[in-house]
């Protein structure tokens, strides 16, 4: 069975501060995907890795995919209290299959 | 562009009641997703279908979960009979084709809770 780890599980830091959340799986996935959830929304897709090491950046946000494309980060530069939210991978292997999330909570 | 539209948004039912929610995805968008999230946990697919075909459905519990699209648009989920353990939020989700790298579009869901 695939299973995706997300940690940290909650994390609550001050704005400004770096920090960095991750998805691991002894599973390879073809493509992974990080996701933003806000309460009472759908989530909403933030990136797709699809390459072993690719690096992608969306503003402050830089996503890594692994080398073994079995595993994922996320690091936030100076975090922003519009960070707060449920950031959730999901990765393409047999199925679709999503992480438990990793809740962030940036303090002003 | 109109987005994944859901409704209800909320329902309570009893135990060993029956209720259907209804999804209809982004124009155009050939896959639709249905996914179960529990609190605390990451969305869990139920079943995936192709226009009207069914893709994936490995994890939808078959004895009291039904799912269906016809005409390769609008889709229905139905429970029956509902179970304590039925209560999450529904999640409907459309994407162009049905490749990895294609963008899944989330409704806002349908919060079920059966007493």
């Known amino acids: 069975t695939q299973l995706l780890e997300q940690s940290p599980q909650f994390l609550s830091i001050q704005e400004g501060e770096n920090l960095t959340v991750y998805c691991n799986s002894s599973s390879v996935f073809s493509s992974l995907q990080w996701y933003r959830q806000e309460p009472g929304e759908g989530p909403v897709l933030l990136v797709t890795?699809?390459?072993?090491?690719e690096v992608k950046k969306l503003k402050r946000l830089t996503f890594q995919f692994g080398d073994a494309r079995k595993d994922s980060s996320l690091h936030i530069t100076a975090a922003q209290p519009g960070d707060t939210g449920l950031y959730l991978c999901a990765g393409e292997g047999d199925k679709i299959i999503f992480g438990k999330g990793t809740r962030l909570h940036i303090l002003p | 562009e109109a987005g994944v539209a859901q409704s209800p948004r909320y329902k309570i039912i009893e135990k060993r009641q029956s209720v259907a929610f209804w999804c209809n995805p982004i124009s155009g968008h050939a896959t639709l997703y249905w996914y179960q999230q529990i609190l605390g946990q990451g969305p869990k697919l139920l079943i995936q279908?192709?226009?009207?075909?069914?893709?994936?459905d490995s994890q939808l519990p078959k004895d009291r979960f039904s799912a269906e699209r016809l005409k390769g648009v609008d889709s229905t989920l139905k429970i029956q009979p509902a179970k304590l353990e039925d209560s999450a939020v529904y999640l409907c989700?459309?994407?162009?084709?049905?490749?990895?790298?294609?963008?899944?579009?989330f409704g806002p869901g349908t919060r079920l809770t059966v007493l």
């Open positions: 989700a459309s994407s162009l084709y049905q490749r990895s790298t294609d963008t899944q579009y």
């Open positions: 890795v699809v390459t072993g090491g």
């Open positions: 279908f192709q226009n009207n075909g069914v893709v994936d």
